[in-house]
């Protein structure tokens, strides 16, 4: 169970990198996808591991990060 979740959070973080490569991100991008990284690591976390949980923990967190970022 810990290793699932070792592994979800090192994806999340490289993904997230990897999409900040690709030019000089705007306020609300990086309050997207920041938003999304720890909704999916919450969501993941919250539901036990479920994929649904943490599909959904991402979309409500990057919802709530655009949101924040205006």
């Not at 994806?11 to 309050?31: D, E, F, K, Y």
């Not at 036990?48 to 924040?68: C, D, H, K, Q, R």
Request: hydrophobic share 40%; glycine share 22%.
């Amino acid at each position: 169970m810990k290793q699932r979740t070792l592994i979800s959070v090192i994806s999340a973080i490289t993904l997230a990198s990897a999409l900040s490569a690709c030019g000089t991100p705007t306020r609300q991008q990086v309050g997207v996808g920041t938003g999304a990284v720890l909704g999916g690591v919450a969501g993941h976390a919250v539901t036990g591991g479920s994929t649904m949980g943490t599909v959904g923990g991402a979309a409500v967190g990057g919802l709530l990060g655009n949101e924040v970022s205006k």
